[in-house]
């Protein structure tokens, strides 16, 4: 049986990412890509890599958009826009992946804290699920709405989720290098290719919104946590360096039946060799363009203190392909349905 | 003769002009912070609100 | 069913991308994995992105290879050291795509003329059918032995050939553009990062060995062709600007149905659309990691000077994508198989 | 002696230049620099490299920069903006180096041709000198208006007139490869990080405006020249390809002595060698922040078609740093003072 | 007066921006350029950008170097080679400035534990002042041999002095980014540019050699530090990131008093602004191809964390410029002679 | 006093050493060509064969 999917954002670099997965998805075609800006033109003049996919299909606006049948709504809009989209979608009946962070906090009062004003629908962060599979798949499976997952938040989850769960983080200090297609399709001052190209800006120093969600999955203390964002010579990409002081002594041995515990039966979670040392810690491009999280760490040899790195592609695991693959389970597919693709390395 | 006014981020020595209006927004040279003059006086300033280009992240 | 194959010269460039593409292939099976020089060493030691393929297979040595059985054997080896291999597999009765320059060449002359000396076995060069499906689909599906191509001269024929074999090529002027990934795993002077990096070398004024390829498969004269190489700041990828006189006055009109023409049922070629300009000419970048070739041009007012540009990835559609395409029409199956990836863009 | 200038259009990228070389000058001081947008921001508000030079300087509005006296004016602002500033400047008896392309074409008709309006003020367009002192030194000496070089212009004209003024240029197909700086300070889509990195794209495939320059400073036929822009991924930096067919056989010495006779005593133009072959094709990345042109050839051993290539860093020699040249000599100093800084290489 | 210069390691990275530096230095010229590898060679067919520089200078191999007469010798020679060639040279009563790690440690001890072998000289160490004129300026000028620095710690000790000394860190967990000029000029593995090129590589997870110099220069206790390096998409630049926990809470104001008292009179330490925020924490960009260091900071609201930021050109203030500059207060120059160069940004 | 001999390549005048030996190779300085010396009386070089370094290409 055939999915169909309507794409918001579909001309943005969220939404763009989806197409090109679903492109090749074998259950879900694409029905509608949603664009007010370039409503009635052809997909491919906005997304040139997708000049032979969808034939004639054209950018739909808002209105076109719901009188289309579909059984999945892909939401890759800014946020603060996504409610309304979601509450006319989950009306009709229609599942809802929302790549934004409207729905991604479970408390109205986080939101308002992290986002600076107060939540139009608390009611749906209580409905909503956070969309990543590897920790909520049984969830989600059940759920008419599936937020999406910040792509750094999601890199650091997976990354840490073994650790957190066993309680074994006392404070930790995270660095995260990004790509810029993280930060959209619009072009600013910081995007503009002089000023960005080989850039190294440290542009939070402290805290990122994303670390709300971070906190959440976690069940970490904000206080216990700093997370510093730089944007790095990379298009697509994220990568964390988490500095862990454990709040116990472990051995290295223990640490490893931890992780491959944590990622066994995750089809999406690589854990890296500690030998040879120089691919123990992984990198952005060893993941590109696929919907991989690669992990590695290195214990010190005080056995409490601890690096933790972990890289993904930002917009695959740490968007769409996330997405799709939540996609997958809310519509009673196989979690990895079109999203086995290769890394592509080198690039 | 210029007058100086500390600034309330770097407390570094600010001067600022004779004609200096209650209100208006001045720029530390040291460290850029803009400080707003609150009273003229005593000559007082405060941490003006940030306005940002948009630098996109 | 499943056929079983070798990978020489698996640790390298080329050779890793083959072991890519066939780790995600329906219905081709990397039996062995050939080097010398990481020979019992896992795959993914070498390549870090095959972490999770191929579970604990090891590379091994030459004389281990030939005792496999295999139904197919790519040879990404230096060019020089795959003829030797060739004869061995053919005694036996394999398949053999070699991605050398060994056996490109039709004639003895001209091998000898380019690459500086007689050819072992020139034999070879009259069984062996050039690799590019695109023009010699029929012989390939016949043939116990295929080519490979040169990256440059795979992105120049097909860009080109539309116009050659009408013999609309007068005078031809070629600038090639190309990526880091085409000189292979072993480091030099050349590729050190810092020379190498944002580099714009110019390395062959007038010509390159790949001519050969592209004056045979062409019908060309070398005296009406010149070739320029230019080293750039990407990984992957290759792109030809032809700038051509034609033979004669033509409407564009003409152009794009010859094209369409010629392209019509190449499941890898792409023509770009003539709107809007900066898609007119595509861009290695468009392509990034799927066997795609991509090709635009632009016609001067006088009817007489084009511009024709094409680009491809060279690892895939100039190299380990073009040979997996013609081992699926040697072994019966259907040419697109295991190579419908998308290209990743942005990237 | 220190003479005082103003720089317009100082927060934009050109006009950046023009600061960053004035730092240092030994006689030249900026005493004025004009932006409408950061009027009254410190200048290293805007460019952060330049913080601690200029002490607590403020840029100004257009109104306070004519009250200003100063002894040169330096306008780097978009095209069509400049002559209304030069007829002020000029009526003050301040002198005028204008880098737009307002003042570089000697004909009003040109002009109109190639920058699709008719010229304001033709006039100046006879007074005016064009600023490559290279070619105009004694004229731009007496000179009060003097424009600034296209950079692509610059690059082909410093590495072309050896052989045009032998009349031995009968046929020329120019590539040019620029850097991300050239388009200026404002972001578009794209300057875009996401898309402008890594890209080769090609947006002139015939022809740019900087040709009209190139025209008139060689005095070329239009018919005989085409010109290909590729935007490629450096920040800083155009490169020339020449494709020359010559009027006559020359022998490789006499094009020695051509081009030896041309630069000696032209302190930014350097000869590459013929050996090493890797260096005997220059590029940008070896006059990176420098205001050196570096130009190399090669010969076809047919005697006919040679090959050019010319390397320059857009924002010195391209603009900014021929800029000061012009104005060191229209101020009566050595036409060097300010502008014997290295090229940083590696970078 | 003209002092006369020997360059060892000539032919290297660090060694090449020695010549680099002293091609414009008004007061020190280069005497002798050493390279066994490319003895009798001119300087540009290794060095491209020196093509005008230095006349018909040529490489000279050891034996030859010592006979040359010479004010000061500049080794920048792999570590462990050093020593041999400054004992002969102070012996002769000649000037050494060591670039390479042998004399940068006072400690025997240190030596041993960080570099793994006993110190073949320790009175050496004694002798010798490490070479960073900001903190040791005083005995530079009365002394014969004063070591160079180590790139990863200048760009450390100069960003963290004015907290130090005041024994204000506690805790300090220090990241490391760094170009691939860092490395020297030999082609390796992890300098080959399709796996170099947009690298995020964490290879040192919690030390690095330069750590030992940072803790002598520092006073700290190696427990409180920890030091993480990771190689990024730049040539040229090193970047620390240095999260603190402070001995005490301190008001921001207090900082700035600290830095701005520390860096007065250090011509080449600059501090960031507090804002805008995009330029309040500097990156390698702004001072590239300069001899600045440039460092911000911010702190937390809770007055105990606090992140310091700071930038060099690993070429530069990480090894020749600085090298040049102790060379200035050994001859009796001025710091600043020769080493004022703009950095060239944007590039 | 110094002997010149003109390069075969770009026609520049290269100086040359009194003890120069037969098969002996020097670079032009302006065109960096390498020139075997087939001759010494008369003064004649002729373009050695390159010998690269490893560029990759
Ligand atoms: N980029 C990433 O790496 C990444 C990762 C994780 C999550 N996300 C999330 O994905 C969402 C999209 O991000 P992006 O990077 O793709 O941004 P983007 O490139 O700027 O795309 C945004 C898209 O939203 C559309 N849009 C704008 N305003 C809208 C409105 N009021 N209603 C409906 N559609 C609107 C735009 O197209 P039209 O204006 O033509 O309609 C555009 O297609 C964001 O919420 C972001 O947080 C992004
Ligand atoms: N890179 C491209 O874009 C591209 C494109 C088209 C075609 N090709 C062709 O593909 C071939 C491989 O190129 P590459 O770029 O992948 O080069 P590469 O990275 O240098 O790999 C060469 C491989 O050959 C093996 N090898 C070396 N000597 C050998 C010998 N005597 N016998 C058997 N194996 C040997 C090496 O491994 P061990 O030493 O461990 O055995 C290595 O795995 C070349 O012929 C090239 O022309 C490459
Ligand atoms: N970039 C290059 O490589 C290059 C090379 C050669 C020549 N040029 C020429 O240099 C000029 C500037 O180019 P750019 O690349 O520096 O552009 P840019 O970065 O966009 O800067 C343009 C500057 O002009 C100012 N400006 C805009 N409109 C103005 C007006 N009506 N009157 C006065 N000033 C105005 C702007 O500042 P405010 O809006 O704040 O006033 C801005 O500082 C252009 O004419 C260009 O052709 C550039
Ligand atoms: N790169 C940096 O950012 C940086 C920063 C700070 C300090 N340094 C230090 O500077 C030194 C040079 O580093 P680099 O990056 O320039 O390395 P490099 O590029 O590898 O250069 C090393 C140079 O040393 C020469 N050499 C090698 N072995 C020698 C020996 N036994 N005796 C004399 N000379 C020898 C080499 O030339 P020949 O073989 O032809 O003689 C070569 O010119 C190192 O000690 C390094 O720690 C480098
Ligand atoms: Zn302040
Ligand atoms: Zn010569």
Chains 1, 3, 4, 5 share one sequence.
């Not at chain 1, 509450?87 to 986002?115: I, N, Q």
């Not at chain 1, 041995?253 to 123990?280: S, V």
């Not at chain 1, 996609?327 to 290769?342: D, Q, R």
Request: proline share 5%; net charge negative.
């Amino acid at each position: 049986m055939t999915f169909k999917a309507a794409i918001w954002g579909a001309s943005g670099m969220a939404g763009g990412e989806v197409l090109r997965i679903l492109a090749r998805h074998p259950d879900i075609k694409v029905e509608c890509a949603v664009s007010k800006n370039k409503n009635r033109q052809f997909i491919w003049q906005t997304h040139p890599h997708l000049r032979d996919e969808f034939g004639t299909l054209t950018f739909c606006d808002h209105d076109e958009a719901f009188l289309k049948e579909v059984d999945i709504a892909f939401l890759a809009v800014p946020h603060g826009t996504a409610v309304s989209v979601i509450e006319k979608y989950l009306e009709k009946g229609t599942k809802v992946v929302d790549l934004s962070a409207d729905v991604r906090l479970y408390s109205a009062k986080d939101y308002e804290k992290w986002y600076g004003s107060p939540h139009p629908n608390p009611d749906l962060l209580i409905s909503a699920v956070y969309g990543l599979p590897e920790l909520h798949g049984k969830e989600i499976k059940e759920s008419n709405l599936v937020s999406g997952v910040g792509c750094n938040a999601a890199c650091c989850i997976l990354g840490l989720f073994p650790l957190a769960r066993e309680g074994l983080i006392e404070e930790i200090r995270i660095e995260v290098r990004v790509g810029s297609s993280e930060a959209g399709a619009t072009p600013t001052l910081g995007s503009h290719h002089p000023y960005r190209s080989r850039t190294l800006r440290v542009y939070e120093p402290f805290r990122h919104r994303h670390l709300a969600e971070i906190l959440q999955e976690l069940s970490l203390e904000e206080d216990a946590v700093t997370m510093t964002m730089t944007a790095v010579e990379i298009v697509r990409g994220a990568q964390m360096l988490a500095h862990i002081r454990l709040s116990e002594k472990v051995r290295e041995g223990e640490i490893w039946r931890l992780y491959k515990n944590a990622y066994r039966d995750k089809p999406f979670l690589q854990l890296c060799p500690a030998k040879p040392a120089h691919l123990r810690l992984p990198e952005p491009k060893m993941v590109t363009g696929s919907n991989q999280a690669m992990t590695g760490f290195t214990l010190h040899e005080d056995g409490r203190r601890m690096l933790v790195v972990t890289a993904i592609d930002n917009l695959m695991k740490g968007a769409a392909g996330t997405a799709v693959q939540a996609s997958n389970l809310m519509l009673g597919l196989n979690e990895t349905e079109g999203l086995t693709m290769m890394p592509v390395y080198p690039v | 003769m210029s007058k100086f006014v500390n600034c309330v981020v770097c407390e570094g020595k600010v001067e600022v002009s004779d004609e200096l209006l209650e209100g208006e927004i001045i720029t530390c040279p040291d460290c850029g912070s803009e400080l707003e003059v609150i009273s003229l006086d005593p000559l007082t300033v405060a941490e003006a609100p940030e306005v940002q280009e948009d630098w996109g992240e």
